[in-house]
């Protein structure tokens, strides 16, 4: 049996991994389609333009989120010049177009969101048609499959079969087609079929509905999917972006290492390491003979969680893993109750990283830079390390993802050689030695102890200078170390080898180090120093306009940036640069300020909807506009935010201190001062303590209480104390300020307390 | 405050009428009953025949319901007959013919009442946030409490519904004063709303404590054991840590997927922050950071300070969301009504008039002003914290009786006083030890209060003691031996203790240095209190020289 990479029939290029058409048994006799279709109106497949008129993107209405009538244009316009067309307007619900022109009225440009023809608006079933035109509406209508390729084989001499896995209507589901299904989302389910491969009819390009939001396509071949369904469990599971980069980087370092030649089943088509069954979804057992390295390849198991997973993406049973329904704020990025406000929070999530990180411009071309060099060495590339440093909050490890994925887009478009990446943190790894098993992982897909992984990756970097030829194809392996501080270990064996690869001929590794502390090359041993060069990259902590800007550029690209006062977030700026310069705490200080502002403009609306009117309730679901009271997030709410974020604990839980728990402070804060030292002995404190309340005339206190009263406080830290067990023998020490606690003293509860607190002199 | 605490944890929130039992159909008038179930029916023939052994076990044998209806009430006619006898006031008169009506009750009824009572008011007060809703899960939480449950519960909703919504919250407050109850309710609440399907969930919790996993290997471990557990996965107890970290990165991804939400509870979380290796901090904050995962990371602490314990890049990644718990005020307000509950089922609360008279007794007993001030001495010593009034209903509670059989003032006083005792340890260990290790232990607080050189040790002890008895000639002369006996005793009892930790091997244990760890007073107060202690070893330990003319009476 022998594994083909592609297909090719008619003209057309099928991968591994493309989504493609696949005629059907049911599906009647095929007739060629029309890739395009006419409008409703005019009848015409193409109407050209007057001249003058601006030319929209021609874009298409998605999904059924929720019209927005917030009437913003869609700012990528481009000028339009002689002979463009009209746009042609998709309608959501019966997917029927009609150019922009020949509606009535027309429309100047394409809406956006959601855009219904009349009849769909109306309610009206969409009019049947004498025949499916377009493919895709001959695979809603049931009349045309669609399916992923999972492989191509073919056994002796026989025709090339294909391995499908099954995409799914709506209407296949168990829910049957809904509310909030697009028009042309599709689920890819699990089940598989083989079949000749001349079944498939052309590749189909499915995407993510945020991609397809992005940039709608030029064609009219286009389809959704955005979930993975279980027929079985009848659960969803969502197919997430990054991953599908990922899959299509994947591709890239398998074709540098040879088969072995001895196994004759294989041949250089083959795709040696993706040992994927696709025609079942349970794994087989598969190890190859890596003669190059001397080991075997296992894939990867892992062994907790009871399931086997053959690839990364895996495909195991989703169970109780599965969303059961889609839940309604997943969809079309809707922001829920709140509106601006909301919206504005979820823009301001860590999580919401941009694409490109605003004012780190020179530092992501140093980066480029550096790594350009890097990878255009290719056979060449020794000794290329570069150590990045800047205290926790600076960007450093976003600005350098986002430069590898600049540059491997760039390489998958030819203008770069291609590149292998490995990402290792030091936090997520067992210990520092897991760091040789990592790589090895990442590199080759073997899984090995750390001991093993050394001697393995010893050869793979051409331990005598010869072995690193043959892994070739001259590919640059870039590392990138994470948290590079927690890998010193006390003979720094780890660092070392890492860096001392990096300088051997044939190894072709470039090592990017990322750490907190400035200096931590020279606090090394000078051997591993020496190998890290010379080249540093510091990142500075982000200045007040930086931290404003950074803020100003989230907002806008979520597009709400009418929720903040500018004065509110310079405030949040001003604040933040003052103590540390650190972007995750002024985004969270914003983000607190506009659920501050958000629970305020609720409590408004609720203490005044008579006086909204009758659209009160459904305007507290999105009212965007809300300017009358407090739509927009204030100074006074970013100060609310900076009370709680950056106040101090201990004032009032020395309010709250019971009685006793006072006395004792008093009583530890006069023996301090009259013994001169800073801690002082419990039965020191208690001594005086006896003393000052026999000269008032109360009664004293046990020493047990006082021995519980010294731990409680130590216990908060609001002393520091020994461990109770000494009794009075404890040393104390007061873990606040003296001044804090004499103003929590004079304080009216505890006057309430103790009336002749205020007549002591406390500091 | 403390007052209004224990009023609404002790009160008995059944009142309304109880369910009719079906032998009692036939009088055709709400009986306001006892609502008994199998078990307790056997209790109160127990009851009623202590005596018996035999015609306990017939009794049991027989059924219960038949019996327990011989003893069923009257209706509630002696009211206007206890209202004629009782006097002017329409309160009093209220309130006397409640009791004339709780009174009216048997005994078997009462007794039943009180232990059914009992039961469910410690099992409200041991499991403030959990059970039904008649139990602790339904009380309402005090003012402030309530407001971080609000704000808690409100974020958390945010994070079950939405991706890319997650937060990290710290609650910081002293021991026993409701952070875990704030948590344990919000997460209940939440929950019962979205977790609807129960073989898939949607929001899971994962509970680790800084204390018992405060090391990596085990707190992963414990991660992924509830991780499978919620999910439906099968758990493997053998994976290392490598496995378990993999598992949760791989976790993370499906979650995402999936559309669930889990919510990491790290109590005593400064058992994690102490580490100077904080990978569980960094891997749980670090992925929230990373990915719109539907997470939240709740910390609860004791100390104040413990964000400055984390290592910087955990900092970074935390948001700096405080909530502070805090104790209970001073000041006693008025207390509010507790929230009526449906009528009682087999285990619920006993309602009808048993519930009423309960209420009324508890709201007389609770406005006693000596009550009261006990209570305001508890507080000021520090142990009014919720945990330890609960430790105080707790034990009233358990020490009624069936006669009259609901709460008085005087057991609350005597559960306040034992708490307020509570640190008293010392105290009670010396007043519970015999005369010679009394003996022992004031010969050593003797020498170390002369001081010199070389401090105590078990033969300078001897020979005090020796000497003191040759000089008196009491009865409590006793030989090395014994001596020796309860040295050693009192060694254990942790009374005395070696200054510098153990001694040395082959160092001879009757010349090891001791110290006595009680104070001055502990052990003048233990004496005191002592049973049998002779005057002599009073006068002993108070002056340095006994005159040989001062009384001893050996008795």
């Not at chain 1, 780890?494 to 690869?501: G, P, Q, R, S």
Request: proline share 5%; net charge neutral.
């Amino acid at each position: 049996m022998r594994r083909l990479r592609h297909f090719e029939a008619d003209g057309e290029t099928f991968r591994v991994g493309d989504a493609a058409f696949v005629v059907t048994e049911d599906g009647g006799e095929y007739e060629s389609d029309e890739e395009n279709e006419p409008c409703e109106i005019c009848g015409e497949v193409e109407k050209p333009h007057a001249p003058k008129q601006a030319l929209a993107r021609r874009g298409r209405c998605a999904d059924r989120s929720r019209a927005r009538g917030c009437g913003e244009q869609d700012g990528r316009e481009q000028e339009g010049g002689e002979g463009v067309l009209v746009p042609m307007l998709e309608c959501g619900g019966c997917l029927r177009g009609f150019h922009l022109d020949c509606l009535n009225p027309p429309l100047d440009d394409v809406p956006k969101g959601d855009w219904l023809c009349e009849a769909c608006a109306a309610g009206n079933p969409p009019p049947r048609r004498a025949r499916a035109l377009t493919a895709v509406e001959k695979l809603l209508a049931g009349r045309l499959g669609l399916a992923r390729v999972e492989g191509f084989w073919t056994r002796g001499d026989g025709p090339p079969m294909v391995d499908l896995r099954w995409f799914l209507r709506p209407e296949d589901l168990h829910t049957g087609r809904l509310r909030h299904h697009g028009a042309r989302e599709v689920f890819l389910g699990r089940g598989t079929a083989e079949a000749p491969a001349e079944c498939l009819l052309r590749p189909v390009p499915v995407v993510s509905r945020r991609a397809f939001a992005e940039a709608p396509p030029a064609n009219n071949d286009v389809l959704v999917c955005d979930y993975l369904y279980d027929e079985i469990a009848q659960v969803f599971q969502r197919r997430l972006e990054d991953e599908e980069e990922e899959q299509a980087a994947d591709g890239l370092h398998l074709d540098d290492y040879e088969a072995d030649s001895g196994s004759d089943a294989l041949s250089d088509d083959d795709e040696a390491f993706k040992l994927v069954a696709a025609t079942s979804l349970k794994p087989k057992s598969h190890t190859m003979p890596l003669s190059a390295f001397g080991f075997r390849v296992h894939k990867r198991v892992r062994k907790q969680g009871g399931r086997e997973w053959t690839e990364k993406r895996g495909a195991g049973q989703l169970g109780a893993l599965g969303a059961a329904e889609v839940p309604a704020a997943a969809l079309g990025g809707d922001p829920g109750p709140g509106g601006l406000l909301a919206a504005a929070a979820a823009a301001l999530a860590p999580a919401a990283v941009p694409r490109s990180m605003p004012c780190r411009g020179a530092e992501r071309a140093a980066l480029a830079a550096f790594l350009e060099e890097a990878v255009a060495a290719g056979e060449d590339c020794l000794g290329q390390c570069l150590y990045v440093s800047g205290v926790p909050g600076t960007g450093k490890t976003a600005t350098a993802l986002e430069v590898v994925r600049d540059l491997r887009r760039r390489a998958t478009a030819g203008q770069l050689p291609a590149f292998r990446f490995v990402e290792l943190n030091a936090l997520r790894l067992p210990s520092p030695q897991h760091a040789y098993s990592a790589l090895l992982e990442a590199l080759t897909g073997a899984r090995a102890g750390p001991k093993a992984a050394l001697a393995a990756l010893e050869a793979l970097f051409g331990g005598a200078g010869a072995g690193g030829a043959r892994g070739g194809g001259g590919r640059v392996t870039v590392l990138l170390v994470d948290e590079m501080d927690l890998l010193v270990t006390r003979q720094q064996s780890v660092l070392y080898n890492i860096f001392e690869w990096s300088t051997r001929p044939g190894a072709r590794l470039a090592v990017i180090g990322i750490a907190n502390t400035l200096d931590l090359p020279e606090r090394l041993l000078p051997r591993i120093a020496s190998r890290l060069g010379g080249r540093r990259l510091v990142f500075q902590p982000y200045s007040r306009e930086q931290l404003k800007e950074i803020v100003l550029t989230r907002l806008a690209d979520a597009r709400v940036s009418a929720a903040f006062n500018p004065r509110a977030i310079e405030y949040a700026a001003r604040k933040v640069a003052a103590v540390s310069g650190d972007v995750r705490r002024v985004l969270e200080l914003c983000r607190k300020g506009a659920e501050v502002a958000a629970e305020e403009a609720a409590a408004t609306a609720a203490a005044s909807p008579p006086a909204a009117g009758a659209a009160a309730a459904p305007a507290a679901g999105n009212a965007p506009l809300g300017a009358r009271s407090s739509g927009c997030v204030e100074m006074r709410h970013v100060d609310a935010a900076v009370q709680e974020m950056f106040s101090a604990a201990h004032m009032q839980l020395l309010g709250r201190a019971c009685r006793l728990d006072k006395l004792l402070l008093v009583a530890l804060m006069l023996e301090t001062r009259f013994s001169g030292r800073a801690e002082a002995y419990l039965e020191d404190v208690a001594a005086r303590l006896a003393s000052l309340l026999a000269a008032r005339l109360e009664p004293p206190v046990a020493p047990g209480d006082i021995v519980a009263a010294a731990a409680r406080l130590g216990a908060q830290r609001l002393l520091l104390a020994d461990a109770g067990g000494r009794r009075l023998r404890m040393r104390v020490a007061l873990n606040v300020a003296p001044a804090d606690v004499a103003h929590a003293l004079r304080g009216a509860a505890a006057v309430a307390a103790v009336p002749w607190l205020a007549q002591l002199e406390l500091l | 405050m403390p007052i209004d605490w224990l009023k609404r944890r002790t009160a008995l929130t059944g009142e309304a009428t109880a369910r009719n039992r079906p032998d009692d159909s036939e009088s055709g008038e709400e009986i306001g009953s006892i609502c008994v179930s199998g078990s307790s029916a056997d209790e109160v023939t127990a009851f009623t025949d202590s005596t018996n052994a035999q015609s306990k076990r017939a009794l049991a044998k027989a059924s219960p319901a038949k019996r327990v209806s011989k003893a069923a009430l009257p209706p509630v006619r002696g009211a206007p007959a206890a209202g004629a006898e009782a006097g002017a006031e329409a309160g009093g008169a209220a309130n006397a013919c409640v009791l004339a009506s709780f009174a009216a009750l048997s005994a078997e009824e009462r007794a039943a009442g009180v232990r059914a009572a009992a039961r469910f008011i410690s099992r409200r007060l041991t499991d403030p946030a959990g059970g039904g809703p008649e139990e602790g899960g339904g009380m309402r939480l005090r003012g402030e409490l309530g407001a971080h449950a609000t704000a808690l519960g409100r974020r958390l909703a945010d994070v079950a519904a939405r991706p890319g919504v997650n937060t990290s919250v710290l609650l910081v407050g002293p021991r026993g004063v409701g952070k875990t109850l704030v948590v344990e309710r919000v997460l209940t609440q939440l929950a019962a709303e979205v977790n609807r399907d129960p073989g898939c969930p949607v929001l899971g919790v994962v509970r680790v404590n800084g204390g018992v996993h405060a090391e990596e290997r085990a707190a992963f471990r414990e991660i992924a054991r509830q991780l499978c557990m919620t999910f439906s996965l099968q758990y493997q107890r053998s994976a290392s840590l490598e496995d378990n970290m993999g598992f949760l990165a791989d976790m993370f991804l499906d979650l995402r997927r999936g559309h669930k939400a889990v919510v990491f509870v790290l109590d005593e979380f400064d058992g994690f922050a102490r580490r100077p290796k904080q990978t569980l901090l960094y891997n749980l904050l670090d992925a929230l950071h990373r990915s719109d995962m539907q997470s939240a990371v709740l910390c609860l602490s004791v100390r104040h300070d413990v964000m400055h314990m984390m290592e910087k890049r955990v900092l970074s990644r935390f948001s700096f969301r405080k909530a502070l718990v805090l104790s209970l005020a001073a000041e006693l307000r008025t207390p509010a009504r507790p929230a009526p509950a449906p009528a009682g089922r087999a285990w619920g609360p006993p309602g009808g008039a048993f519930a009423v008279g309960w209420n009324a007794a508890l709201r007389r007993a609770l406005a006693e002003p000596a009550l009261l001030a006990a209570l305001q001495a508890l507080h000021d010593q520090g142990l009014a914290e919720p945990r330890d009034l609960a430790q105080v209903a707790q034990l009233a509670v358990l020490g009624l009786a069936g006669d009259p059989g609901f709460l008085r003032a005087a057991d609350l006083a005597a559960a306040v006083t034992e708490v307020a005792g509570s640190q008293q340890t010392l105290v009670d260990a010396v007043r519970g030890l015999s005369v010679l290790e009394l003996y022992m232990l004031v010969a050593v607080v003797r020498l170390q209060r002369r001081g010199g050189a070389g401090g105590a040790s078990f033969e300078r002890a001897f020979a005090e003691y020796s000497s003191l008895q040759r000089l008196h000639r009491t009865a409590d002369a006793y030989g090395r031996a014994a001596a020796l006996r309860a040295f050693e005793r009192l060694l254990g009892a942790a009374l005395l203790e070696h200054p510098g930790g153990r001694t040395e091997r082959g160092a001879l244990r009757e010349f090891a240095p001791v110290e006595a760890r009680a104070a001055h007073q502990e052990i003048e107060a233990g004496l005191a209190r002592h049973a049998s202690c002779p005057p002599l070893l009073k006068a002993w330990l108070a002056h340095e020289v006994v005159h040989q003319s001062a009384p001893n009476d050996d008795d």
